[in-house]
């Protein structure tokens, strides 16, 4: 029974921690304390104190199991689910790192990218190009593949497939899908920074959901045939090579509406 009392506060203490340490990481980069990097490297012992608070608590699991009783199972189990719910959302960026595309720039269309014009300019030093570089060889699958490979490859194509729209009983199915898209990007809470219906492009900038990271959106919707419109779609993160998925995350996102 000592042990159980011992382990499951234990556990508790590392938990509240973690969180406390995950809590000025996540708040000094949206703050504009330090850079996303650093956020990074302060995330490192947060989770290692995760890792403590679920080592503990499993071992306060199995003793109250062993045992047959139920000493501090609230602070043990409030210690064992807060560091699941804690190291879910780590393991998961980790590998979506180390399985999926290691890109940050995500197109439908690797071959002719939508291009930013009003977010062109909001670019700083030490961000990613705004020219799409469909030839950088990226490892996928245990080979270098060019990006619009890996691209085209990824999911048997399933963000590169077509994207036309018929609509036959449409007077412009351009105008059509264009305000469709429009209303999509809105839905899915990105901030429109720009758009054009003539041209058919809208631009936005989603962040992401922990450290409010930026990325750029650009939809483009053109004529294709007589009857129908077809829509691209690109998000790039503004910084790194490897952005664990987040931009193939909003393209995905989109098309699930659109298509």
């Known amino acids: 029974m000592r ?6 506060r234990t556990a508790l ?14 708040a000094g980069v949206r703050l504009g ?34 045992r047959n009783e139920g000493a501090a199972k609230r602070t043990g189990l409030a210690a064992l689910l807060g560091s699941l719910l804690f190291l879910w959302p780590v ?43 469909a030839a950088r060889k990226i490892p996928y699958g245990g080979e270098q593949v060019t990006v619009a490979y890996g691209l085209h490859m990824w999911k048997n194509g399933l963000i590169t497939h077509p994207h036309t729209k018929l609509l036959p009983g449409s007077k412009s199915p351009q105008a059509t899908v264009f305000w469709r898209s429009f209303e999509i990007v809105k839905a899915l809470g990105w901030r429109i920074v720009g758009y054009d219906a003539k041209a058919g492009r809208i631009e936005a900038v989603a962040a992401s959901f922990w450290f409010g990271q930026p990325a750029d959106v650009v939809v483009r919707v053109r004529p294709s045939g007589d009857m129908g419109a077809r829509y691209d779609i690109r998000a790039q993160s ?4 490897n952005d664990h998925g987040f931009a193939l995350g909003l393209v995905r996102a989109f098309k699930a509406r659109a298509d």
């Open 13 to 26: 203490a590392a938990l509240i921690l973690a969180l406390l340490t995950a809590a000025a990481a996540i």
């Open 91 to 133: 393991a998961d960026y980790v590998w979506q790192g180390a399985t999926g595309l290691p890109v940050s720039d995500v197109t439908t269309a690797p071959e002719d990218a939508p291009q930013f014009v009003a977010l062109a300019g909001a670019r700083r030093p030490g961000d990613n190009p705004a020219a799409f570089d």
């Open 33 to 66: 304390r330090f850079g996303f990097a650093t956020g990074r490297l302060v995330m490192v012992p947060a989770t290692a104190l995760a890792l403590l608070a679920l080592g503990f608590g499993l071992a306060w699991l199995k003793s109250a199991i062993g």
């Open 238 to 241: 503004r910084r790194g090579e």
């Open 3 to 8: 042990f159980q009392l011992v382990a499951a």
